[in-house]
């Protein structure tokens, strides 16, 4: 098991920014892909940003590419979600998944966090 916890969330006005942060914990973090997914009310959940286990690959929906970067620090076993420009489309439950398999911007992850809600106004 790999326990992951998300925090971040919050009321932003449109145009501003939000870091969200996910913590796992239960094994060596280092050694897993993380992706961030979201889903808001009544759609399905989607694939937002992905990153492997060094951070040299990074994938990203076409809707946050260029506003949206996703990050992590090994040493603290932590993958971030850094969210700029955000829109009132981007409200949703934010979701981090860990895989110890690459899965670029596939959803077929095997952790999964409870979410932390971002909600943008305009």
């Known amino acids: 098991q790999v326990p992951l916890v998300e925090s971040g969330g919050g009321l932003v006005q449109a145009g501003g920014s939000l870091r969200l942060s996910c913590a796992a914990s239960?094994?060596?973090?280092?050694?897993?892909?993380m992706g961030w997914f979201r889903q808001a009310p009544g759609n399905e959940r989607e694939f937002v940003a992905s990153?492997?286990?060094?951070?040299?690959?990074?994938g990203y929906a076409n809707s946050v590419k260029g506003r949206f970067t996703i990050s992590r620090d090994n040493a603290k076993n932590a993958v971030y979600l850094q969210m700029n420009s955000l829109k009132p489309e981007d409200t949703a439950v934010y979701y981090c998944?860990?895989?110890?398999?690459?899965?670029?911007?596939?959803?077929?992850?095997?952790?999964w966090g409870q979410g932390t809600q971002v909600t943008v106004y305009s």
């Open positions: 998944a860990a895989s110890p398999t690459w899965r670029g911007y596939g959803d077929d992850y095997d952790y």
């Open positions: 990153i492997n286990w060094s951070g040299a690959m990074t």
């Open positions: 239960g094994r060596t973090f280092n050694g897993l892909s």
